[in-house]
């Protein structure tokens, strides 16, 4: 019995331009004034968002940078986003091998 993977899980794929709205409203609090935690949460969201609409192998970069934020910060951030960002990885990883053996 072949094994079903479970990551990412199934979920209505938002449209394109929700993606392009979500970065939109980032980079405005960006602008502004952001302490080092409101920093790192921005550098995060900005991977996840990243991740969500499937743009490609800038993601684990994207995370292990808020990652880097969040460790003099919270401990247990850091560690979360240090595994999203090995999850981004092999994700993209997977996506890659699929696309070599099918082309």
């Known amino acids: 019995m072949a094994t079903v993977c479970a990551w990412p899980p199934r979920r209505p794929r938002p449209r394109p331009a929700a993606f392009d709205a979500a970065l939109g409203l980032l980079a405005a609090a960006e602008a502004g004034p952001l302490d080092e935690l409101q920093r790192a949460q921005a550098a995060l969201l900005r991977g996840q968002i990243a991740f969500a609409s499937s743009r490609g192998s800038d993601i684990p970069p994207l995370l292990l940078t808020a990652a880097r934020l969040f460790e003099p910060l919270d401990a247990r ?27």
């Open 77 to 103: 951030l850091a560690r979360e986003t240090y595994l999203e960002a090995l999850s981004a990885a092999l994700f993209a990883g997977q996506r890659c091998r699929r696309r070599r053996s099918s082309g």
